[in-house]
């Protein structure tokens, strides 16, 4: 009997085969690649006979089986990969060895059919160079999951952090006034109001590995903002900008609500009057896009109270959870631009394949 396919976060190990769509493994494998053909080109001209023209034409010899072998491997590996991840680790290397040691012996039996003038079959020529590609392949693979491996303790650290960042005590213990404020004048409100305080703090607990729907993070970010409201009155304005969002794309689990928070706790608590946050999300091309715009706290010439310190912890933690989800094809910007604090964030656009139940919009009076 099959073992079922699980996921990491069922208990899952590690996947064999790497992500061969991602830009990050692609640009690593394709460089590694390009050093091994340059080698193996020194190695195989003859000592005696070596000169810059011999070299280049083993260079070119090498790369025209090498090169095109690799891309093709990782096109087949991108989609096959999914059928394998969770089973038994023999059948992913299976799979993974089998595809590149095949593509290569396919690529390396054309070039010695137009080239090889010998009397060896060249089947049987590019049998060896099928089997080096299937040793190469596995160190490959047994590289790149090591990477991962060793990415793991910085991932679990960074989740301590960010739950540091985002349940900071003073958030908790406003809230929890807030609604005891509230008791008494407006008992159905502070009731509502502990609904979505229990909500955050269910989310707060999830495993932050899961990759969840975007219009899941946003309604965890509409409920944070609700109580955020409660609290701050006519002094917090919020513009949602999201007619464009795509709310089946996937994302790590609470990587906006940090940076929503950031913008309440620097832009508006430190304001006497009204501040607004500003969030645009949506997808221009193949990646998403997300825009946090807060205004900068205007100093006080006449204030002697210390300046409230810059918090870059959930900037670097939702900098670092993006590299360990999507690589090099996410990046974050921030800074001050024209009397505002804007935060850039962008990711790939990756489709969510499983059903789910979700509300699809945010009543604060539910």
Request: net charge neutral; glycine share 6%.
């Given at each position: 009997?099959?073992?079922?396919v699980?996921?990491?976060?069922?208990?899952?190990?590690?996947?064999i085969?790497?992500?061969?769509?991602n830009l990050?493994?692609?640009?690593?494998?394709?460089?590694?690649t390009?050093?091994?053909l340059?080698?193996g080109?020194?190695?195989?001209?003859?000592v005696?006979?070596?000169?810059?023209?011999a070299?280049?034409t083993r260079?070119?010899?090498?790369?025209?089986?090498?090169?095109?072998?690799?891309?093709?491997?990782?096109?087949?590996?991108?989609?096959?990969?999914?059928?394998?991840?969770?089973?038994?680790?023999?059948?992913?290397?299976?799979?993974?060895?089998?595809?590149?040691?095949?593509?290569?012996?396919?690529?390396?039996?054309?070039?010695a059919?137009?080239?090889?003038?010998?009397?060896?079959?060249?089947?049987?020529?590019?049998?060896?160079?099928?089997?080096?590609?299937a040793?190469i392949?596995?160190?490959?693979?047994?590289?790149l999951?090591?990477?991962?491996?060793?990415?793991?303790?910085?991932?679990?650290e960074?989740?301590?952090?960010a739950?540091?960042?985002?349940?900071?005590?003073?958030?908790l213990?406003?809230?929890?006034?807030?609604?005891?404020?509230?008791?008494r004048s407006?008992?159905?409100?502070?009731?509502?109001?502990?609904?979505?305080?229990?909500?955050?703090?269910?989310?707060f607990?999830?495993?932050?590995?899961?990759?969840?729907?975007?219009?899941?993070?946003?309604?965890?970010?509409?409920?944070?903002?609700?109580?955020?409201?409660?609290?701050?009155?006519e002094?917090?304005?919020?513009?949602?900008?999201?007619?464009?969002?795509?709310?089946?794309a996937l994302?790590?689990?609470l990587?906006l609500?940090?940076?929503?928070?950031?913008?309440?706790?620097?832009?508006?608590?430190?304001?006497?009057?009204?501040?607004?946050?500003?969030?645009?999300?949506?997808k221009?091309?193949?990646?998403?896009?997300?825009e946090?715009?807060?205004?900068?706290?205007?100093?006080?010439?006449?204030?002697?109270?210390?300046?409230?310190?810059?918090?870059?912890?959930?900037?670097s933690?939702v900098q670092?959870?993006?590299?360990?989800?999507?690589?090099?094809?996410?990046?974050?910007?921030?800074?001050?631009?024209?009397g505002?604090?804007?935060v850039?964030?962008q990711f790939?656009?990756?489709?969510?394949?499983?059903?789910?139940?979700?509300?699809?919009?945010?009543?604060?009076?539910?």
């Open positions: 009997m099959n073992e079922p699980r996921r990491q976060t069922d208990g899952a190990s590690l996947p085969i790497p992500d061969c769509c990050g493994t692609i640009l690593r494998v394709m460089g590694v390009a050093v091994l340059l080698l080109a020194a190695v195989l001209v003859d005696d006979a070596w000169t810059l023209r070299y280049a260079v070119t010899a090498i790369a025209a089986v090498g090169v095109p072998a690799t891309l093709v491997s990782m096109a087949l590996l991108c989609p096959m990969r999914r059928l394998v991840n969770g089973r038994e680790q023999w059948r992913q290397w299976t799979l993974g060895l089998s595809v590149v040691g095949g593509v290569t012996w396919c690529c390396a039996a054309l070039q059919y137009a080239f090889d003038s010998g009397n060896i079959h060249p089947l049987l020529t590019a049998l060896p160079v099928a089997l080096l590609s040793v392949a596995a160190a490959f693979f047994h590289w999951r090591l990477r991962q491996v060793l990415l793991q303790p910085s991932q679990a960074g989740r301590l952090q739950l540091q960042a985002r349940i900071r005590p003073h958030f213990f406003n809230s929890l006034n807030t609604v005891l404020g509230l008791m407006d008992p159905r409100r502070a009731e509502k109001t502990l609904e979505n305080l229990a909500d955050l703090f269910r989310v607990m999830r495993d932050s590995r899961e990759l969840v729907p975007l219009d899941e993070e946003v309604l965890l970010c509409k409920e944070y903002l609700a109580i955020e409201r409660l609290r701050l009155s002094r917090l304005e919020v513009i949602w900008q999201i007619d464009d969002m795509p709310g089946d994302l790590p689990s990587l609500q940090p940076l929503i928070e950031n913008a309440v706790h620097h832009g508006i608590e430190p304001r006497m009057d009204t501040g607004t946050v500003s969030i645009s999300i949506g221009p091309g193949e990646k998403v896009r997300v946090i715009t807060n205004p900068l706290p205007e100093p006080d010439p006449n204030s002697t109270a210390k300046k409230r310190p810059s918090n870059n912890m959930a900037l933690n670092e959870r993006l590299a360990l989800t999507f690589d090099v094809e996410a990046s974050i910007q921030y800074g001050p631009e024209d505002q604090f804007r850039l964030v790939p656009y990756k489709k969510e394949r499983r059903q789910r139940n979700v509300r699809s919009n945010f009543d604060p009076d539910r």
